[in-house]
């Protein structure tokens, strides 16, 4: 019997040990690296979740391959998958492409997004029914 719960113990930890790349993008497949990165985003502080995000869906949109978009956001942690946004970024901005041509930094771009985000939220709490168990329409 005590030598089944050691075995039990190191087999717990083992598991543990193996199981504590929570800082880092898990893409074994889409579905996967889509749930690793929401997980990740809710756990960062506010003002780097957005810069995260735009750095997932930056790299999403340049990579057109499924499998090396995959192989390359495996096993990275945020900072590391921001840096590679920031490099499809710039990459872009110097081969004149459109969308990003009126951002004259990572930064900038960043700071309208987050904006956006804000006015978003501000608009969807102004249209939310009230929370007292009554419901107002507007006819």
């Known amino acids: 019997m005590r030598i089944f719960s050691t075995l039990l113990v190191f087999i717990i930890t083992a598991v543990l040990v193996g199981c504590t790349s929570g800082n880092q993008v898990n893409a074994h497949s889409l579905k996967t690296a889509n749930r690793s990165v929401n997980r990740i985003k809710d756990r960062l502080p506010i003002e780097k979740r957005i ?80 929370r007292n168990g009554s419901v107002l329409y507007k006819l």
């Open 51 to 130: 810069e995260f995000e735009v750095s997932y869906w930056t790299l999403r949109d340049s990579i057109n391959s499924r499998d090396e978009f995959l192989d390359t956001i495996d096993g990275k942690t945020p900072e590391e998958l921001i840096e590679l946004g920031k490099g499809v970024f710039q990459d872009r901005k110097t081969a004149g492409f459109k969308n990003y041509l009126q951002y004259s930094s990572w930064d900038q771009m960043i700071t309208q997004f987050s904006q956006e985000r804000i006015e978003q939220s501000k608009h969807l709490k102004s249209n939310r029914a009230p």
